[in-house]
C-alpha cells in the first residue's frame, strides 16, 4: 500500500493554526522545527572535515553535521554525528554557533569538539574524511554558508574558554 | 473517524532505527527532539513572569515559553511566546540556557529580554502576569528547575554584553 500520511492542510479544532492531518486516518501531524547538530573538532591545529557522500550537497565538505534523534542531548547528538560520519571520538566543548534556517525550520546547533586521538575513517555518509590544516581547507567546495561560519569562529575562539555562540539566520 | 495514526514501531527499509509507522496508511513518521523557546524578559530591575493556565504545572509560574514553531528564528520563537503569554514587546538579546531534557526529546532555549515598555497582560494560556522584583519571584512556585536556573543566570549576567550560554541537562 502506497502511504499517503498527513497531506491535507487544516486547522484542527482547538489549534490557532495549520497542521498537517492524514486523509486516511485523521491523524494530526504537529510538525516542529528540526534541530541540526554538528562539531568544529580539531586535533592539534587541524580541522575535521566529511566529504557528503549524500544529497544534498553530494560532494561538498562540511563539519560532521546531522538531525539530533531522540533521547540524547545536544552535546551526545553532535558527538554521535562525529563517530557515525567521521568514526572520530570527540570531547564535545562550548556552542560555537547558533544557527535559524526558517526557510526550511531547521536550527543548527555546532559546538566546538576535541579529538581524544588522531583517528578517524569515512562511515557510510561520507565519501572521505580528512583532517587538514586551516591553509588546506577547500573553501571553494564547503556545502554550506555555516561551515565557513563555524571554523571561522572557532578560530577566533581558539583558547578561549567561555565564549558567547554566534547567533545567525 | 477515530484517528489511529503512526502507532507501529519498527525500522523501516534503509534505516538503523525505530520510527513511528501508521498502520492505517504506512505513513513513517520521523520524529525528531522539539525546540521550546522563551525569554527571561525585564523592565529595569523587575521580572516578567506568568502563572500557567495549562497543564503541566498548572498555577505555577515561569518565564513566557512554549514550543518553536515552523518558518521562525529561535529569537522570534521567544518574543512570540513572550507576546502570546504576556503580551508584551521585548528586544530579544543573547542565549542565557541551552537545556537538553533527553528523557522527553526536548530542548530549550532562553534568552535574555528587554521589554520595550512596561505594558503586559495575561495571554490566554496564562492565569496570571506579573513584573516582580527579584525579593518577590515565587521560589517556591515556579514550574520548573530551568525557570530558576535561567532567572538565575540572567541575574548573573546583568550588564555583560556578552556571556556563554549555560548548558544544561
Known amino acids: ?95 560555537l554557533t547558533i544557527t535559524s534556517i526558517p526557510q526550511i525550520s531547521q536550527v543548527h546547533l555546532i559546538y566546538r569538539a576535541r579529538m581524544l586521538d588522531d583517528r578517524f575513517a569515512a562511515g557510510p555518509e561520507s565519501l572521505e574524511v580528512a583532517l587538514l590544516s586551516w591553509d588546506d581547507i577547500p573553501w571553494d567546495s564547503l556545502a554550506y554558508p555555516n561551515v565557513r561560519a563555524s571554523l571561522e569562529y572557532e578560530r577566533e575562539v581558539k583558547g578561549v574558554a567561555a565564549f558567547p555562540p554566534l547567533t545567525r539566520s
Chains 1, 2 share one sequence.
Open 1 to 95: 500500500m502506497k502511504p499517503s500520511g498527513p497531506t491535507i492542510r487544516t486547522i484542527p479544532d482547538g489549534d490557532d493554526r495549520e497542521r498537517l492531518v492524514c486523509g486516511d486516518c485523521g491523524f494530526v501531524m504537529y510538525e516542529n522545527p528540526k534541530v541540526i547538530v554538528g562539531a568544529v573538532c580539531t586535533w592539534q591545529d587541524r580541522y575535521l572535515l566529511v566529504r557528503r557522500a549524500i544529497e544534498p550537497r553530494l560532494g561538498y565538505w562540511t563539519m560532521p553535521v546531522g538531525y539530533m534523534e531522540l533521547g540524547e542531548t545536544t552535546e551526545q547528538g553532535a558527538a554521535r554525528e562525529v563517530w557515525e560520519e567521521a568514526q572520530a571520538r570527540v570531547e564535545v566543548d562550548g556552542l
